[in-house]
């Protein structure tokens, strides 16, 4: 068992210092927002996340969790100390390190004791070296410490599952013992580990996220392309991904990827590289066929709604940025919505969990209780988060509520031939059929 701080009770700071709890640990959770600390020590969630509150309520009650937003109670016993801060855009796309100068400045004039301090924010590449000089200018009189990068690979909605049976933990460090002391910590969890210097640990976040969002926008891009040509991206996707050297994840054509991951993490790597005097040309397309694969939605209810949707009821399934979480950072479903919002479109909403989130950053949408109350009256029904309960809907209920059944499938979630059947005017996303492109079909543009 080893005493170990967090600091940032956010979906990742969170789930790590969960999950380091149920691995046996002594865990104390520091956050400086007191709401968060407030709930968390009456047993409540401040975030959505499947399995969290059974976890954090068992450690809890085991005494091995501990929430506060002081410090001193954080660092008096612990051997290692986590940043889990956010590290939100700036203007230009660079990561805003405000936080990680703010945690490392406090951890540096807090600390009592040698201390080991492991960098889990998605930072820059060379924000470790920084980190050090922060804490050395800051502390009051000089004790060791050492700066370890431990990127987080956990996802939303899926975050314990994710953190247990992790594929690889990365561990970097100028400091290797420092960097193998923390890699004991992730040892139940028996992952392949890669050791390495601190620059390249830090890379390797932003060249995971970066890859995994170029595939997104690779399959987005196919999707356009089939969708003119008459093919079908989620048969092409299978097709694709029995091939061990492509692999089947992350091929699933959609409205393009949200989050508070994928778009600011290839903003920022796009950044480094310009800061740097280079061109990141395949990055500034990934990010260009998100924008274009979000703005498809839009045009697609438009045309089909004879070119306006001014005065049009539109129906949305979905805030999330996906499914199984409450998080609508950058979420595309609202990107849709502010669009047709600006156009004149009244629009009903419903999603599972992420209304009161959604709430916050879109005025103007009519909330409903369910997803029938959202079909009654409209024009248009666009499903764009792929929460199960979306997935067996009664479609015949949904068909006979609204006024004009056309079905805008923004995650390919049904059959489309199914949908027609039933007689929906149905489009999914890169989805032609009869060997017809769908603007062909529609007599083009
Ligand atoms: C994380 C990462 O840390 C980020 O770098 C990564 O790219 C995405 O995931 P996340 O956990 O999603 O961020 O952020 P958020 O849910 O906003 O949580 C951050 C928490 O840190 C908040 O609870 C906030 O109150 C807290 N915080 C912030 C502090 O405790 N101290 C600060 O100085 C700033
Ligand atoms: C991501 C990374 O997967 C994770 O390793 C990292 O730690 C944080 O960022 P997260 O953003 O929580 O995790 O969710 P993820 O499941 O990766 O989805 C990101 C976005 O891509 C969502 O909007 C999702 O709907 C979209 N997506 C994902 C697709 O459009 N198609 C896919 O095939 C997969």
Redesign the pocket.
């Known amino acids: 068992m080893k005493n170990l701080c967090v600091i940032g009770s956010g979906?990742?700071g969170l789930v790590t210092g969960t999950c380091f709890a149920d691995l046996g640990n002594n865990v104390t959770l520091v956050d400086i927002d007191q709401r968060k600390i407030d709930l968390l020590k009456q047993g409540e969630m401040p975030i959505y996340e499947p399995g969290l509150a059974e976890v954090v309520e068992r450690n809890t009650a085991a005494g091995r969790m501990h929430f506060t937003t002081s410090y001193e109670e954080g660092l008096k016993d612990s051997e290692f100390v986590f940043i889990c801060v956010g590290t939100p855009s700036g203007v230009d796309g660079e990561a805003d390190l405000q936080y990680v100068r703010s945690a490392a400045t406090t951890i540096a004039k807090t600390m009592k004791k040698s201390l080991i301090v492991i960098n889990k924010s998605?930072v820059p590449v060379g924000t470790g070296d920084w980190t050090t000089e922060i804490i050395e200018s800051n502390q009051p009189e000089p004790i060791d410490f050492a700066v370890v990068s431990c990127?987080?690979?956990?996802?939303?909605?899926?975050?314990i599952a994710?953190f247990m049976n992790t594929d690889r933990t990365v561990f970097g460090s100028t400091n290797r013992e420092a960097a193998e002391k923390v890699a004991e910590l992730y040892a139940p969890l028996d992952a392949p580990t890669v050791i390495t210097d601190i620059r390249t640990a830090e890379m390797i976040?932003y060249a995971?996220?970066a890859f995994?969002?170029t595939?997104?926008s690779f399959?987005?891009e196919i999707s356009i392309i089939c969708e003119r040509l008459g093919a079908d991206v989620t048969e092409v996707a299978r097709g694709m991904g029995i091939d061990k050297r492509i692999g089947p994840?992350?091929?699933?054509?959609?409205?393009?990827?949200?989050?508070?991951?994928?778009p600011k993490?290839v903003k920022a790597l796009a950044n480094m590289a310009q800061t740097h005097g280079m061109h990141p040309q395949l990055l500034n397309a990934v990010m260009e066929i998100n924008a274009f694969q979000r703005r498809q939605i839009t045009l697609k209810v438009r045309e089909l709604l004879g070119g306006n949707v001014n005065g049009k009821t539109v129906g949305v399934l979905g805030l999330a940025?996906?499914?199984n979480?409450d998080?609508t950072r950058e979420?595309?479903s609202l990107t849709v919505i502010r669009s047709l919002l600006n156009q004149g479109a009244t629009v009903k909403v419903y999603d599972p969990v992420a209304m009161d989130n959604a709430s916050e950053e879109v005025t103007g949408m009519t909330l409903c209780d369910n997803s029938y109350s959202v079909a009654e009256g409209s024009d248009a029904l666009l499903v764009l988060?792929?929460w199960n309960e979306f997935k067996n809907l009664d479609m015949n209920r949904i068909f006979s509520a609204m006024n004009n059944p056309i079905l805008i499938d923004g995650?390919n979630m049904y059959d489309p031939d199914m949908m027609r059947e039933m007689g929906f005017v149905y489009r999914g996303v890169g989805r032609g059929f009869n060997g017809e492109g769908i603007m062909a079909e529609d007599g083009g543009d």
């Open positions: 979906y990742v998605t990127p987080e690979f956990l996802r939303e909605g899926s975050a994710d976040k995971s996220n995994l969002a595939r997104i399959i987005n994840h992350f091929l699933q054509a959609g409205i393009g990827f949200g989050g508070s991951c994928f993490d940025f996906k499914q979480t998080d979420s595309p988060t792929p995650r």
